[in-house]
């Protein structure tokens, strides 16, 4: 049945109920990130750096399997909007066990290759050392995390982003207590933050267990051929989210090989712009949930009114985002104890962030609208032609010698390239199919 028309003050109400929760649970993992920086920078030198170093590597690694919260939160909405909840609950067990395989799979290839991960993105010695320290205790936990993507696609799908939102923040405390006992309280020094933050991460999966399979009441048992079919339909998304990695790592590489003041203050950057990208990510979340239901239901008005509204407090969001960041900008280094030389780079990178703040509304609505509506396949090739576009600016900023503001430039580059090919899309109809 199709949904009736809303007005927009109906999709707004639509809207905030599914992302201020989601808002809450997204910016736990960049809480987790910034716990483990506030908690690192208090060691010596160059733990901090290293810290940037290993999460470079391990983001890539886990964030190249996002698709097992997007895919599954978009198949399992388009199945509820068209009221097969038993298949619903299928797919969502096939993401799960999609996702414990692969996690397994990330450990046993990864561990050898950690030296040389870490020496591609250019770190020696002691900072390699401690990078590597770092990135193969964190790997135990890549199952546990996830199968938290996985989880959390599952109930966002179903329309339900508090629950993930419960478990996050019970993770979040968790991570920091562990997080502040190991490193500070037992002197575990790095290994420290990544055993907490494994612990807090598999804490989290086992809830989600629980949750789909005792309290939904999901079969345990895997479909073999719903497992594979569910791979296949996220290697598209594997491409688009792999452009992702390979911009954010060039950029840390290229700032690594600026200077240790550069690496430090561009990974407070980041991790200041994974805050921010979450923040804004909880629209997307709401328009994955909104258009995958609308879309199974047959409702093509649904969509185009909900996705203009979104746009909308996309803009909005990012607005605001970026004067809280000019507004806190002078506070920042303090905060992270980071000295004069840091200082001074990461508030000149502090005003390229704040700028782009609006551009990254609009790219991350329209992103999970697509997603939402099952439009991977131009996602992947859009992900490769803006990846495309950006290369040339950051090797230019290396070949000039230009700074960490000149490198934040070029990813701003980036991000107009890809307002570019998703509002091109929006605007089209070749996303709208409808039906399960």
């Known amino acids: 049945m199709p949904l009736t028309p809303r007005s927009g003050r109906n999709y707004d109400g639509q809207i905030l109920r599914l992302a201020i929760p989601a808002f809450g649970a997204l910016i ?31 983001s890539a690694v886990v964030g190249l399997c996002v698709f097992l919260a997007y895919g599954t939160t978009a198949a399992v909405a388009r199945q509820i ?27 046993v290839v990864v561990w050898p290759l950690a030296p040389s991960l870490t020496a591609l993105i250019g770190a020696e010695g002691e900072l390699a050392r401690q990078a ?21 696609g599952v109930l966002r799908g179903m329309q339900d982003t508090r629950t993930p939102l419960a478990v996050s923040v019970g993770a979040f405390t968790l991570n920091a207590v562990l997080n502040v006992t190991f490193v500070l309280g037992f002197g575990w020094g790095i290994a420290g933050s990544a055993w907490g933050t494994v612990l807090a991460q598999s804490v989290a999966a086992a809830v989600y267990l629980f949750l789909i399979f005792v309290r939904h009441g999901a079969p345990f048992r895997p479909d073999l051929a ?11 998304l594997v491409i688009r989210t792999a452009c992702l990695q390979v911009v954010l790592g060039v950029a840390t590489a290229a700032a690594t090989r600026m200077g240790e003041e550069q690496i430090e203050a561009h990974t407070v950057a980041v991790r200041i712009w994974t805050l921010l990208a979450f923040a804004l990510d909880a629209i997307a979340i709401a328009g994955q949930a909104i258009t ?23 803009v909005g969001s990012g607005l605001v985002l970026g004067l809280l960041v000019v507004v806190a900008r002078p506070f920042v280094p303090a905060l992270f104890d980071a000295g004069p030389a840091v200082a001074a780079e990461l508030l000149d990178a502090l005003w390229v962030v704040a700028a782009l703040q609006p551009i990254a509304g609009v790219v991350f609505v329209l992103d999970g609208v697509l997603i939402g509506a099952g439009d991977q396949r131009y996602l992947a090739w859009a992900g490769v032609w803006t990846t495309l576009a950006y290369l040339p600016a950051v090797l230019l900023v290396t070949a000039s010698g230009g700074g960490l503001v000149m490198l934040w430039l070029a990813l701003g580059v980036w991000m107009a390239a890809r307002m570019a090919t998703l509002t091109t899309r929006a605007r089209g109809t070749a996303w709208l199919v409808v039906g399960a």
């Open 28 to 58: 736990a993992e960049p809480i987790f990130l910034l716990t483990d920086t506030l908690v690192v920078s208090r060691l010596p030198a160059p733990a901090l750096g290293a810290l940037g170093v290993a999460s470079t590597v391990l």
């Open 81 to 107: 909007g068209a009221g097969d909840h038993r298949r619903a609950l299928r797919q969502a067990v096939d993401g799960l066990w999609l996702a414990a395989g692969i996690g397994l799979v990330i450990i």
């Open 132 to 152: 590597v320290t770092y990135l193969r205790i964190s790997l135990l936990g890549v199952p546990a995390m996830l199968l938290v993507l996985a989880g959390t």
């Open 226 to 236: 719903g497992v594979r079919a569910a791979g296949s339909a996220g290697i598209a």
């Open 292 to 314: 995958g239901r609308a879309l199974g239901a047959g409702d093509v008005a649904e969509v185009r009114g909900a996705t203009r509204r979104m746009v909308m407090w996309g």
